[in-house]
């Protein structure tokens, strides 16, 4: 019998929900055989078996939550039934045989499984002494009893703030030693908040210390610099006193957004400066070769040429392709230049890369944006397809508006807004003529980069934009 567990997801990546099983018990299934769907942070990952054989048990349902290493299922590499000798003794004993997921041992009989099971009441653990005989809290769309928010988990000041009865009822205790146990208590942190690096999830000191500093950092950074986020000790208000409600708990997707846009918000001084660009002449060209660009597979949009002149802007401007490493005091330059592109799809924001856009032409990287969009809205991106950005656009001319102000995809330093382009009077050679102009919103990291060039980087893109015969002289 051999058993399959989550296996290494990327960088970062520790747990996914379970968004589809795609096999069942009595399946012969191969290695490299999809077996499940995860639902990561950032994208639906397709996880591959490494075993091959009979499935035999099936250890997760749709909707849980897994961490890497939990065990997903167990076949029988022979093809042997498992399960039929235990089967054929419960019935020598008169015993009716009971079906295979019955059989499994209960949660607290397997440590060695670590699945949270999510929106059901959690089964009762041996920990639940400690409530003194309490009944179980449900968990059915959310606790009765204050809960930690997500910016408290994330170790936000709130995380201080929780009462002995909102612990009790925040379910099982955490896998943590009594020493570490201790620990927590002495430092006023809640263990049952805090992510455990050892096997399995289990916690250790300097996981309790960890969430301590990234709390007391949290602390210091409201008080410095004032809140970026809405204030995590004030609770909202009863919105069911004047009407009724519907309270949907974000998806993976939509929780990271708001945690790396945090993040960004409160660490980059974020400074957005604001330009037109006149494309009648690029809205030209566009016209005449984008059938071109569609027999081979891309669409010859604004986004594909800001990506092409933002690869070439960037080799003037090398702050604008870098990254600041304030831990340390230093910049780090990069030597490859990787465009991230902001696509707009149902289940939030993602951003896939143009890995080597300065290698490529304006037909390729059109082909290459087409096929990256189409997986984003399938989400099928891999967490390789949205890594390793160097810089970024955001184009919402498709829907509207003028400026924007956009948010610095961290730890890069600047991205490009882009919004819808308008015809507007424009006066050239002693007289006003209509002209399409494209308005541009440049957000970057005043740490890295002064307010002058920022404006000499915009002014490049704009007369590459307006001048195409600059793009291929100087890019």
């Not at 980059?268 to 009648?280: E, G, L």
């Not at 569609?294 to 802007?313: C, F, P, Q, R, S």
Request: aromatic share 4%.
């Amino acid at each position: 019998m051999q058993e399959f567990k989550v296996p290494e997801l990327g960088e970062n990546v520790s747990q996914g929900d379970v968004a589809k099983i795609l096999v069942k018990v009595g399946d012969t299934i191969a290695r490299e055989q999809p077996v499940l769907e995860l639902e990561t942070d950032k994208a639906t990952i397709e996880v591959p078996s490494s075993v091959a054989g009979v499935v035999k048990d099936i250890r997760v349902k749709q909707g849980d939550k897994v961490q890497v290493g939990s065990v997903i299922l167990t076949v029988d590499e022979n093809g042997a039934g498992a399960g039929a000798p235990k089967a054929a003794e419960q019935a020598k004993q008169g015993e009716p045989a009971k079906p295979a997921r019955e059989q499994e041992p209960q949660p607290e009989q397997r440590p060695d499984q670590k699945v949270v099971s999510m929106p059901r009441p959690p089964s009762p653990a041996p920990q639940a002494s400690a409530r003194q005989g309490q009944p179980e809290a449900p968990r059915a769309g959310g606790l009765a009893a204050p809960k930690p928010t997500s910016e408290a988990r994330a170790g936000g000041p709130a995380a201080l703030k929780l009462t002995p009865e909102a612990r009790a009822e925040a379910g099982p205790a955490a896998p943590a030693s009594p020493s570490v146990r201790r620990l927590a208590r002495e430092i006023g942190v809640d263990v049952n908040e805090v992510h455990g690096s050892g096997p399995d999830g289990r916690i250790s000191q300097e996981d309790v210390k960890e969430h301590a500093r990234r709390i007391l950092s949290s602390v210091s950074t409201t008080l410095t610099r004032g809140s970026g986020e809405p204030a995590t000790s004030v609770p909202l208000p009863d919105f069911e006193k004047w009407g009724p409600i519907e309270r949907q708990p974000m998806s993976n997707i939509r929780r990271k957004t708001a945690e790396h846009l945090s993040h960004a918000w409160t660490t980059i001084p974020h400074v957005t400066q604001f330009a037109k660009a006149d494309i009648t002449p690029m809205e030209e060209l566009r016209a005449k070769f984008r059938k071109q660009v569609e027999e081979a597979g891309g669409n010859l949009t604004v986004t594909a040429v800001l990506v092409k002149v933002l690869a070439a802007a960037v080799k003037p401007f090398p702050q604008f392709n870098a990254s600041l490493d304030a831990g340390n005091n230093a910049i780090i330059y990069k030597k490859y230049v990787n465009v991230g592109v902001a696509v707009d799809t149902e289940y939030g924001l993602l951003v896939p890369v143009i890995r080597n856009a300065d290698q490529k032409n304006i037909t390729q990287i059109a082909v290459e944006m087409h096929q990256l969009s189409e997986k984003a809205r399938a989400k099928k991106l891999s967490l390789d397809e949205m890594s390793g950005g160097g810089i970024s656009i955001s184009n919402l001319g498709g829907i509207g508006g003028t400026y924007f102000t956009p948010i610095v995809n961290w730890p890069e330093v600047a991205i490009l807004g882009v919004s819808r382009g308008i015809v507007e009077p424009v006066w050239r050679a002693e007289k006003f003529e209509p002209r399409q102009l494209l308005p541009l919103s440049l957000s970057y990291d005043h740490r890295v980069i002064d307010g002058a060039d920022a404006m000499r980087f915009l002014r490049w893109v704009v007369e590459a934009i307006e001048q195409p015969f600059l793009l291929s002289l100087l890019g």
